[in-house]
């Protein structure tokens, strides 16, 4: 459904992405892995028009979608978050997640989003400012923010950074439950390789702008560049 093909940016002397391609196919969860400075984050930037890659395109379904500006990406059908967390500071839980409903794509299951909220546990929180709230629920508020837009594929920057593990591993069942309700590819970007390998069904690794590999997580991680990769920065796989 979402295709990366060759796709290359650069930010002056740093070739952040460098020739990178991967599919990432309807309702799978696909991980996103690298070392710091990999390129990840750039990439989602790429796929969801922030930026423009310097060479290579980006397809969902037939449409080429890397020259459109990022509500145009969003309408058509890819929702984000932020690593750093980008909340509408002065805008309560609820305006927050309204906001974003107002622009959803279609009508769709008008119960989706209460029951998001019920289920990530922001129903007794909903009145407050973002800014009042933990991390933990920061970041869950960006993701039901983006499944407001009912997305067909949703993109998660480090969605578990800040968590501690039964946060991380409640993430991970909140996670495949909303993909039932909502079927939707995820694209998820973690460094907590545990949350990675027991969610993903594919699996994509870059390193320094490049791809190392991208298919079943089992294949990826027999893979010797990922294994170096990895090693080298002090972790195994
Ligand atoms: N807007 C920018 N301008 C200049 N350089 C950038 C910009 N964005 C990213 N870079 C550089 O591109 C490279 C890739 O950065 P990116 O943020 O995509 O990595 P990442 O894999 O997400 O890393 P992390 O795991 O730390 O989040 C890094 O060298 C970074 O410094
Ligand atoms: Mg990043």
């Not at 500006?69 to 309408?75: F, G, I, K, L, W």
């Not at 545990?194 to 994509?204: G, N």
């Not at 320094?208 to 010797?224: F, H, I, K, Y």
Request: aromatic fraction near 4%; proline fraction near 5%; charge should be negative.
């Amino acid at each position: 459904m979402l295709r990366v093909e060759g796709v290359s940016k650069r930010f002056g002397g740093v070739q952040a992405v460098d020739g990178v391609s991967f599919t990432v196919a309807d309702s799978e969860i696909h991980g996103l892995i690298g070392p710091n400075g990999a390129g990840k984050t750039t990439m989602i930037n790429l796929i969801s028009g922030f930026l423009r890659p310097s060479s290579g395109r980006i397809l969902l379904g037939d449409r080429e979608i890397q020259n459109l500006a990022p509500e145009v990406v969003a309408r058509s059908g890819i929702a984000r978050t932020f690593q750093n967390l980008r909340l509408f500071p002065n805008l309560s839980v609820r305006r927050n997640i309204e906001v974003a409903e107002s622009h959803a794509r279609d009508g769709g299951d008008p119960a989706l989003v209460g029951d998001a909220i019920e289920r990530f546990g922001l129903g007794p929180v909903l009145s407050l400012a973002p800014d009042a709230l933990s991390y933990g629920h920061m970041r869950r508020l960006e993701i039901i923010r983006a499944l407001a837009l009912r997305p067909q594929i949703l993109l998660l920057d480090e969605p578990a950074a800040g968590m501690n593990p039964e946060e991380t591993e409640e993430l991970f069942r909140n996670l495949l439950w909303l993909r039932e309700r909502h079927p939707c590819a995820i694209l998820l970007i973690d460094h907590d390789l545990k949350f990675i390998m027991s969610a993903s069904e594919m699996l994509t690794v870059m390193s320094m702008g490049r791809l190392l590999a991208s298919g079943l997580p089992q294949d990826v991680t027999r893979n010797e560049e990922v294994i170096r990769a990895y090693l080298g920065h002090g972790e195994t796989v």
